[in-house]
């Protein structure tokens, strides 16, 4: 049997991260968790661009423009979208998963959904805490943390992986 898995390293090449500005108290603390992760893996500080987009729905618009000038191994797409009075958050929700999951199958690379997608502002802050969380929920001792750690974990694991695979 032969198994093929991404690690969680360091990969030669740019990573790309794009941070809605819409509920920029939450994404600042999404965008640090990312940062920190991949440095922390061994990605150097000048490998690492950040972006700033207006909201949540307009990072399929920067990753796409990313993603077609081939210059990163990852996009990461950061933001929070809280529930409020309307469906509004789950047209945007719906918008932007199948759009970023459609890019990265189109340029096969990564483009990572770290965007929020909850009920309530304290599930939004309990997502974007300091540790990173478990992984999955599956387990007794889950936990929340934050998700633009495990985006960040998400976009090392999956270039490693990708660079396993048959182009």
């Not at 790309?16 to 939450?26: K, L, Q, S």
């Not at 972006?51 to 191994?73: D, K, M, N, Q, S």
């Not at 309307?86 to 759009?99: E, F, G, K, P």
Request: charged share 20%; proline share 4%; net charge negative.
């Amino acid at each position: 049997m032969n198994v093929y898995e991404g690690k969680p390293e360091a990969a030669d090449g740019r990573f790309a991260i794009i941070v809605a500005r819409f509920n920029d108290t939450i994404t600042s603390r999404l965008l640090d968790g990312a940062v920190a992760t991949l440095v922390e893996h061994g990605v150097a500080d000048s490998q690492i661009d950040v972006f700033w987009a207006p909201g949540a729905f307009e990072i399929p618009t920067v990753a796409g423009r990313l993603a077609a000038a081939g210059r990163h191994v990852a996009i990461i797409g950061l933001g929070a979208v809280i529930r409020g009075e309307t469906t509004h958050d789950q047209h945007i929700n719906r918008a932007i998963s199948m759009t970023t999951a459609e890019l990265g199958m189109r340029h096969g690379l990564p483009v990572i959904f770290g965007v929020l997608t909850c009920n309530t502002l304290d599930q939004a802050i309990a997502r974007s805490g300091g540790e990173p969380g478990s992984r999955g929920k599956d387990r007794a001792d889950s936990r929340l943390g934050n998700k633009g750690s495990e985006a960040a974990l998400a976009a090392l694991e999956m270039v490693n992986l990708l660079k396993q695979l048959p182009s």
